[in-house]
């Protein structure tokens, strides 16, 4: 089975210029995340799905930042205009629901993204 | 606000010395969960504890649940090279949806134990 894909792995680019992510979850899973990871720190939620619905974007930048999922199923996190301090790993998870609450997230390799 | 809290952040151990992190969260959790992220690697999930006093093993890695399921603990016997990396535990709190229901899926982690292991 495979498990979640993310892409790029890696991207470069000059401040205000726009950036895309792309992830792929693992089949079946309703639920998917967006995280950002600053180096030495843990995964900060930006962004959760359940299906197509976003219920939890409390923490999402919203004036740069933008998400979707259509279909409920692969999504795709954007950056228009990055900053400087955007630099870091964009990861996505997914997990699924068993009795009543979300079982493991998986996660993609992340992508990690330089602002220059 | 809704926080997971860990400590040490940093821990350097002898190979077979043993290891210990810590994490409390600001609120009840209905579970935790564990994660091993590598250097340059993701987080890959290692286990969940549900009840409270909960102890869970895995080979030379003991997890155990607090009994108010409010705190958590990772105890590694013996490290070996191979446990290099970083810890974290992540809890679900509730968060309010925008059709105004509750739901426990936002995962939030801690910050993280980094340990090194010198052979």
């Known amino acids: 089975e495979a498990g979640v894909v993310q892409s790029p792995r890696y991207k470069i680019i000059e401040k205000k210029q726009p950036v895309a992510f792309w992830c792929n979850p693992i089949s079946g899973h309703n639920t998917l995340y967006w995280y950002l990871q600053n180096l030495g720190q843990g995964p900060e939620l930006l962004i959760r799905?359940?299906?197509?619905?976003?219920?939890?974007d409390s923490q999402l930048p919203k004036d740069r930042f933008s998400a979707e999922r259509l279909k409920g199923v692969d999504s795709t996190l954007k950056i228009q205009p990055a900053e400087l301090g955007d630099s870091a790993v964009y990861l996505c998870?997914?997990?699924?629901?068993?009795?009543?609450?979300?079982?493991?997230?998986?996660f993609g390799q992340g992508t990690r993204l330089t602002v220059v | 606000g809704q926080q997971v809290m860990q400590i040490p952040q940093y821990q350097h151990v002898q190979e077979g010395e043993d290891f210990t992190t810590y994490c409390n969260s600001s609120t009840t959790l209905s579970n935790i969960q564990w994660y091993k992220q590598r250097p340059g690697g993701h987080p890959v999930f290692l286990i969940q504890?549900?009840?409270?006093?909960e102890v869970k093993k895995q080979k030379r890695l003991t997890f155990q649940f607090g009994e108010a399921k409010k705190n958590s603990s990772l105890h590694i016997t013996a490290t070996q090279t191979t446990d290099v990396g970083t810890y974290f535990c992540a809890g679900p709190f509730p968060v309010r949806g925008n059709a105004g229901g509750t739901s426990y899926g936002k995962l939030t982690f801690g910050q993280g134990t980094i340990l090194t292991v010198h052979p």
């Open positions: 504890l549900v009840k409270s006093g």
């Open positions: 998870a997914s997990s699924s629901w068993y009795r009543g609450r979300n079982t493991e997230a998986f």
């Open positions: 799905y359940e299906n197509e619905e976003a219920v939890d």
